[in-house]
């Protein structure tokens, strides 16, 4: 019996190919890593690579940076920041073309993790030299930045009814949990990746043949893959 469950994710992955190199893209601005993310102990910089996927458009690129406050709320913020930023913040590419972008932070967290999004806003140079976004329907590319805190701790908690299981994030840091095999003895599903930030809270819905068993889910967090066992109680 093969089970699925279908829930979105809330991230900003996006897939294509730049001369045989696997990236992440959007129309004609593509980038190769859609998800960074920066752990405890690590140098806070990196360098991704941003490319032009149009074959014969120039563009002229700039990066806005938020600060997402309260990524689990439905209400979350956007606010501009200083704290993260990217060398350069403009810069032009030609068809087909690539280039290196410098990724750095100017501090650490200090008790719980800090997210931001960086967005590579592109516009056509048309001739003359001229950046312009008329005519021409361009659109934006979004990467998520994640700064683990000092001493990040995972802390998965769970209440189980008899259809549903309510997941809680008490952690400090952001995990995912996910499932692509069996998920209860002689039953295969599939939970597409869910991410939880800390503090925020999942509800998977469980149709009846799982409704009276053990359920086994995977958990990635802290670059470390987890099994996690749901029992189920009478």
């Known amino acids: 019996m093969r089970i699925l469950f279908r829930k979105a994710t809330a991230s900003f992955t996006l897939l294509a190919v730049l001369a045989c190199i696997p990236f992440t893209c959007f129309a004609q601005v593509i980038v190769s890593d859609a998800i960074l993310e920066f752990k405890d102990g690590e140098r806070l910089i990196t360098d991704i690579a941003v490319g032009n996927y149009s074959a014969d458009k120039t563009?002229?690129?700039?990066?806005?940076?938020?600060?997402?406050?309260?990524?689990a709320s439905e209400n979350a913020e956007h606010?501009?920041?200083?704290?993260?930023?990217?060398?350069?913040?403009?810069?032009?590419?030609?068809?087909?073309?690539?280039?290196?972008?410098?990724?750095?932070?100017q501090e650490r967290p200090e008790n719980k993790e800090r997210i931001f999004r960086i967005v590579f806003s592109p516009k056509v140079?048309?001739?003359?030299?001229?950046?312009?976004?008329?005519?021409?329907?361009?659109?934006?590319?979004?990467?998520?930045?994640?700064?683990?805190?000092?001493?990040?701790?995972?802390?998965?908690?769970?209440?189980?009814?008899?259809?549903?299981?309510?997941?809680?994030?008490?952690?400090?840091?952001?995990?995912?949990l996910r499932r692509d095999g069996f998920c209860a003895k002689e039953i295969k599903c599939t939970i597409s990746g869910q991410r939880l930030w800390a503090g925020d809270m999942w509800v998977l819905s469980l149709p009846e043949p799982l409704q009276d068993k053990d359920i086994s889910?995977?958990?990635r967090s802290l670059g470390e893959i987890k099994e996690v066992i749901i029992p189920y109680e009478e």
């Open 79 to 105: 606010l501009s920041t200083k704290t993260l930023f990217t060398a350069p913040e403009m810069f032009t590419l030609s068809p087909k073309t690539q280039r290196a972008v410098r990724i750095a932070s």
């Open 217 to 219: 889910i995977e958990m």
């Open 59 to 71: 563009i002229q690129i700039k990066s806005v940076i938020t600060e997402v406050i309260n990524p």
């Open 125 to 176: 140079i048309e001739q003359g030299g001229v950046a312009t976004s008329k005519i021409h329907t361009l659109t934006t590319t979004g990467v998520m930045v994640i700064l683990n805190p000092p001493s990040p701790t995972e802390n998965l908690t769970w209440e189980r009814t008899e259809d549903r299981i309510t997941f809680t994030n008490n952690g400090n840091t952001n995990l995912v």
